[in-house]
C-alpha cells in the first residue's frame, strides 16, 4: 500500500475542508484511503518552526511521496530530502525560491502548483480602484517572519508603483501584534486594507476581519473564507480545486511518473467574495459591475 505523508502548516479544523477535497479527488482516481492508499497527516497548528521537524518525522516513517499543503511547508521537506517525490499544493515562485530548474521541466524531486502573485495583486489593488476611486494609501499586513512573504511584498510594491497607489507595509509576526498593527493603520490614515495570506493570517482570520470592521477599514483578503467570516472582499484562487489538482499529481507518481518530469502549473480558477452586510456597514456602495463578476455576492 503506498503511503502519503501531507505536511501541512495548519490546524486540522482549518484544513478539513482542503484535505476532504483532496480526497475526494483522490476516490475519484481509483484510491480509498485505508485501502489502497494511506495519508499520514501532520500538522504545524500555525507554527510553522515546527515543520522541519515534522518533515524530518515524514521521511523517517518512509512515505512514497510528500505533499506541502502550504507555503511555509514547502522548504522543510525539501531540507529533510532530495529523493523522496514531493508536492506542492501551492507555494510561491519555486523557481525564484531556487526549488525547481524550471516549470516545464522542474528536474529533481519537486513539482505541483505556485501561485505567481504579481497580477494578482494588480488585480486587487485595481479593485479597490472601483470601490474607492479616491483611494490613495494602501495597509498591507504581511507575516515578516515567512520568507515567502517578501517576494508577495515585492510584487505588490511593482504592482502598486503601476497604479499610482501608496503603500504602508505592516509587519507581524505573532498574533500579538495585531492590536498594534491596526492602531498604525489608522495612525498613518490608511485608506483600505490587504493582507497577503500565510498561516498566520489565515489561522486568526477571525481576529484580523473584526479589527478591520473595528478600525472601519474596506479590505480585501486572499481567500474566501474571510470574506465569509466578514470581511469586504476576496480575491483569490480556488483553493479546494487546488488541493483536488494536487492528488492527481500523487496519482502520476504514484503510477511511475518522475517529479522532475511533471510540469509545474498555476491556477486558472479564481474567484472574487464580496460582502454586501459589511460594505452598507461601512457604508460603502458597491456598484453593479463589479458585483455582477463576483462568483458569490453574501447578504
Do not use: C
Not at 68 to 84: F, L
Not at 255 to 269: C, M, R, S
Amino acid at each position: 500500500m503506498p503511503h502519503v505523508g501531507f505536511l501541512d502548516p495548519m490546524s486540522p479544523s482549518v484544513a478539513a475542508p482542503y484535505h476532504d477535497a483532496f480526497r475526494q479527488a483522490l476516490r475519484q482516481l481509483g484510491y480509498a484511503e485505508g485501502q489502497n492508499i494511506a495519508i499520514e497527516y501532520r500538522f504545524a497548528v500555525g507554527r510553522a518552526e515546527r515543520l522541519p521537524n515534522l518533515a524530518a518525522e515524514s521521511v523517517r516513517s518512509n512515505v512514497d511521496v510528500i505533499v506541502a499543503g502550504a507555503a511555509p511547508a514547502v522548504d522543510a521537506p525539501h531540507g529533510a530530502t532530495r529523493s523522496i517525490p514531493i508536492v506542492i499544493a501551492y507555494g510561491p515562485d519555486p523557481v525564484k525560491a531556487g526549488l525547481v530548474a524550471s516549470f516545464a521541466r522542474p528536474g529533481g524531486n519537486i513539482t505541483g502548483s505556485t501561485l505567481l502573485l504579481p497580477e494578482v495583486s494588480a488585480k486587487r489593488l485595481q479593485l479597490f480602484r472601483e470601490i474607492l476611486p479616491r483611494v490613495g494609501q494602501v495597509a498591507v499586513l504581511w507575516n515578516s517572519a515567512n520568507p515567502a512573504k517578501v517576494q508577495d511584498w515585492r510584487e505588490t510594491e511593482a504592482a502598486a508603483r503601476v497604479l499610482g497607489l501608496k503603500l504602508q507595509s505592516v509587519k507581524v509576526q505573532r498574533p500579538d501584534q495585531f492590536e498594534r498593527a491596526f492602531g498604525l493603520m489608522t495612525s498613518e490614515h490608511a485608506d483600505a486594507l490587504l493582507v497577503l495570506g500565510d498561516p498566520l493570517t489565515f489561522f486568526y482570520s477571525n481576529r484580523i476581519t473584526e479589527l478591520a470592521a473595528r478600525h472601519r477599514l474596506p479590505a480585501i483578503y486572499n481567500e474566501r473564507m474571510y470574506a465569509s467570516a466578514g470581511g469586504l472582499m476576496s480575491y483569490a484562487p480556488d483553493f479546494l480545486d487546488i488541493f483536488r489538482h494536487a492528488a492527481t499529481y500523487v496519482d502520476k507518481i504514484l503510477k511511475g511518473a518522475k517529479p522532475g518530469d511533471l510540469p509545474v502549473e498555476q491556477p486558472t480558477k479564481f474567484e472574487l467574495v464580496i460582502n454586501l452586510k459589511t460594505a452598507k456597514a461601512l457604508g460603502l456602495t458597491i456598484p453593479l459591475s463589479l458585483l455582477q463578476r463576483a462568483d458569490q455576492v453574501i447578504e
